[in-house]
């Protein structure tokens, strides 16, 4: 394999690792690399965007407590001793350890690897439903919260140039389509930034349709109680057990035929690994994520984790998908990796998550953590606490904190839900 130079002009001849994607498993797998790797690896990133978004965040930037950007971190700054290359990872040569990348700017490059570690994550399934991938909002993607939240000030603008006698259905009306705790937190987060551009007042509803009938799942019954309890108070009304099977420009059409007039439609629904070409032929889950062992190796000179691929626990049982498990993987499995380049083994996954969480807007949250349930401020500062932990960008975080400062001082109205912990141990 023909080494690249380094700035003296030299032969850089560090084993190459190239991690494919900027998501949690990824940034935290090529610091783990850079880390452990002690200078003798030479990591480099292949990811379109050149931010990595953190999106436990996104309730904030949706109900305006926090910028738009709040939740990006210049992968620059992220991995100040990785290399990032802007593009996508087109197709994989596992013989020949090249990966083929199309650049953001045009053109393309060829990248050869020692090691490959897959981390491109997941899509939501949108095109299973006819309107959604057209016609609604996804959150999974950098820039898509602040789309959103453009969307929605549009629409309370164009809505107020018109006189109220004359508006059209569900002018300012939004559909929320999941159940989960993605769901639920976007749903109160715009309840709360229509009520702070004044629409609610003027007839701006808020929907949760959820296939399920158990809102917040995640969560154990006594937070799942306090869940529905701040949809409620935020005036969210939700349909459960309800399905979306069509969604419009100005709607959503129900499994029984109900019409839901709305100009804004979210779908925080379930998702579907994404496939890289010349990896289609590894052993793959019903949901079509790349098999692993526990030590996250899919295949020789190929490690996977985080939403595309499948992680067997101790217990047996698969690894919950979720930003915290996703970290864990992402530092264990890039130790791994630099633990088999210095001819040790690779040590099985035992990592445990805190648990989840979920923000409620005004400085409240819940969360379930080590089986214990919190929520009121108590809640959101140990959340807030976890995620700055979890920002890799500390220049970042600082802007960050410097934003929910400015936020809580500038607060005018009172928060929505109790503000005490629970102190009785959860049931799950």
């Known amino acids: 394999m023909t080494p690249d130079r380094t700035p003296t002009g030299r032969p850089d001849e560090r084993t190459h690792v190239v991690v494919l994607g900027a998501g949690y498993l990824a940034i935290w797998s090529a610091r783990a690399l850079v880390r452990h790797g002690r200078g003798r690896l030479r990591v480099t990133v292949v990811a379109p965007s050149p931010v990595h978004a953190f999106h436990g965040w996104t309730g904030e930037v949706i109900s305006g407590e926090l910028p738009t950007t709040a939740p990006h971190s210049p992968i620059a700054e992220a991995l100040p001793r990785a290399t990032h290359v802007r593009g996508k990872a087109v197709r994989v040569d596992r013989e020949a350890r090249t990966v083929e990348v199309e650049l953001t700017d045009g053109g393309s490059t060829r990248l050869e690897y020692d090691q490959l570690v897959v981390g491109v994550g997941a899509q939501e399934k949108v095109d299973l439903v006819p309107g959604m991938a057209e016609h609604a909002f996804t959150l999974r993607e950098a820039i898509r919260a602040g789309r959103l939240v453009e969307h929605l000030d549009e629409r309370v603008a164009q809505a107020r140039a018109v006189p109220a006698g004359e508006r059209a259905d569900g002018a300012l009306d939004v559909v929320v389509v999941g159940g989960g705790l993605a769901g639920a937190e976007t749903a109160i987060a715009i309840a709360q930034r229509l009520e702070r551009n004044g629409a609610r007042t003027e007839g701006g509803r808020v929907r949760v349709v959820s296939a399920s009938e158990t809102i917040g799942r995640e969560f154990s019954p006594a937070l799942r109680a306090r869940l529905v309890a701040a949809l409620t108070a935020n005036g969210i009304e939700v349909l459960a057990p309800a399905r979306v099977v069509r969604v419009a420009a100005d709607g959503v059409e129900l499994s029984d035929g109900t019409w839901i007039a709305a100009t804004t439609t979210v779908a925080t629904v379930g998702n579907r690994a994404v496939s890289v070409p010349g990896l289609d032929d590894l052993p793959r889950s019903e949901q079509g994520r790349l098999v ?21 626990l101790p217990s047996g049982e698969p690894c ?18 630099a633990l088999v380049l210095a001819g040790r083994d690779p040590r099985p996954f035992t990592w445990r998550s805190v648990g989840v969480t979920a923000g409620l807007g005004g400085g409240e949250a819940l969360l379930d953590a080590w089986g214990m349930p919190f929520h009121g401020r108590m809640a959101w500062m140990s959340r807030a606490m976890f995620f700055g932990s979890y920002l890799p960008s500390r220049r970042q975080l600082g802007r960050v904190l410097n934003g929910l400062v400015r936020s809580r001082t500038r607060r005018a109205r009172p928060a929505v839900g109790a503000a005490t912990p629970d102190t009785a141990r959860s049931g799950r």
């Open 292 to 312: 692993v062992d526990d030590t996250f190796r899919a295949a020789p000179r190929v490690w996977a984790g985080g939403d595309a691929a499948e992680i067997p």
């Open 320 to 337: 919950p998908k979720d930003a915290a498990w996703a970290i864990g993987q992402g530092s264990w499995l890039g130790r791994n990796v």
